[in-house]
């Protein structure tokens, strides 16, 4: 499919009636945009709670939003659901009784269980995937709604966390030969059975992402609320830039490190292909973006810095621990069966600091404390709290360590106390820990260094 574009929308950029109007604009305004990947509908106001999350309340009978101490009941979310789906109807002037008579019947299933949530769940997709083609095709373009179970995108039989099978690639190569614009909903697919699986949640970005890998599209485009990715979060950072291209490495050292630009996984297929991943503004689609490619020339040394909060660093010390086989790999386990997210884990001789999600210890840190000290016997053992970790990333840094001296001598300048510092093996990016208190400073006194 070589000279088409997948281009994927997020819940913002479909979140009413004015959005959907602007996602036409862009998808008319080239005729290599082919294939249309949507999320359910957003937030239309910083009070209303996504249209997935009401869905989600209906399948666990209003559990969903009690976790979250939030009094809306199912029949409350039921009716967000269909209020919401009715007034995007009418606001564009769209027959659909059919498409929202559909809808309230899905709302009504007696599914089960794990079943019943996926289903659900992908019910804001599903439908305003059917919702956007039939407005397209109302504005005369010739559009279709390719639904997961029209074209075979098949999936595992985990309902909850599914997996793309095989056979899915070779089915939606097959769009190749449609003409039409196709709109797919994100988020789910079905299974061998013809049951509904869902991705985990961002899951609209996975399937944007191998949908663009099964046809091999020329780029995939994904548009969101933001004019791609900025050198630093610009609410520490006004003054920050959005970066021109970043290559697959890149974005991801950026992405674990705590820049929420889209699904970590759903960029592996397309690094597959080489396919650039085009990060763009529906607001401001005049706004260039961030291009995303398999290699680009290092013209700078760092492109961006990511900041990570709510860090804390289980460290260890035993005589001799770095030629005791297999000790990092046990510990690793242990904080695996704990459920707890590590980031990276710098070791020593005698030492080992793991760096873990602070909010994973609560409630298990007692246990996990007498789990290592029983298992694996360290002759000391303590974890810190509340750190910060600033990440500043770029292919640049390779075989230069310059910036890693400017960086430490303007932190000290600024009386900033580091708890802990690491290189990444590939050289092109560092890791500086410091108070959590002190984060914020301490990142626009990097950009100012590295950046600015």
């Known amino acids: 499919m070589a000279g088409r574009i997948v281009c994927k929308f997020g819940g913002s950029s479909v979140a009413d009636a004015g959005q959907i109007e602007k996602v036409r604009r862009i998808v008319e305004a080239n005729p290599k945009r082919r294939i249309v990947v949507v999320s359910a509908p957003g937030r239309s106001s910083a009070d209303e709670q996504k249209v997935t999350d009401h869905l989600i309340n209906i399948a666990t009978d209003g559990s969903h939003f009690r976790e979250q101490r939030l009094d809306v009941t199912p029949a409350q979310s039921k009716q967000a659901v269909l209020n919401k789906f009715t007034t995007i109807v009418e606001d564009l002037s769209l027959e659909a009784d059919d498409i929202l008579a559909a809808l309230k019947a899905d709302l009504d299933c ?71 614009l196709i709109v797919v909903p994100g988020f789910y697919g079905v299974t061998g059975r013809g049951q509904v699986a869902v991705f985990s949640r961002g899951g609209s970005d996975l399937t944007g992402g191998e949908i663009a890998y099964a046809v091999d599209a020329e780029t995939y485009e994904n548009w969101t609320d933001v004019s791609g990715v900025f050198e630093a979060d610009p609410r520490q950072v006004p003054e920050a830039r959005a970066i021109p ?47 995303i490619l398999f290699e680009r020339v290092p013209e700078e040394g760092v492109v961006g810095i990511a900041q990570l909060d709510n860090v804390a660093y289980v460290y260890l010390e035993k005589d001799m621990l770095g030629e005791e086989t297999g ?61 910060s970790i600033l990440t500043p990333v770029g292919l640049g840094l390779q075989g230069n360590t310059y910036p890693i001296v400017d960086a430490l001598s303007a932190l000290g300048e600024a009386h900033i106390p580091i708890e802990t510092i690491d290189q990444s093996p590939s050289q092109i990016c560092f890791h500086i820990g410091v108070p959590q208190a002190v984060a914020d400073d301490a990142l626009r006194i990097l950009y100012r260094t590295l950046i600015g």
């Open 245 to 291: 291209r970043l290559t697959f490495k890149e974005i991801r050292l950026l992405s674990c490190k705590g820049f929420n630009v889209f699904h970590l996984n759903a960029m592996l297929p397309c690094k597959d292909r080489k396919i650039p991943i085009h990060i763009r503004n529906t607001n401001e689609p005049q706004d260039p973006g961030t291009v």
């Open 110 to 180: 007696s599914l089960s269980g794990d079943e019943r949530v996926a289903f659900l769940a992908s019910r804001g997709e599903h439908y305003n995937a059917r919702l956007i083609a039939a407005y397209f095709e109302r504005c005369g373009m010739e559009a279709s709604a390719g639904l997961p179970e029209d074209i075979g995108l098949v999936v595992s039989d985990d309902f909850l966390n599914a997996d793309l099978q095989e056979e899915t690639y070779r089915n939606i190569r097959q769009l190749a030969d449609d003409q039409r």
């Open 327 to 387: 000790f990092t790999a046990e510990l690793l386990t242990i904080l695996r069966e704990f459920n707890i997210q590590t980031y990276h884990y710098p070791t020593d001789k005698d030492d080992i600091a793991v760096l873990v999600n602070q909010d994973d210890l609560t409630g298990a840190i007692n246990d996990l404390r007498q789990r290592i000290e029983e298992q694996l016997r360290p002759d000391f053992m303590n974890v810190a709290y509340n750190l």
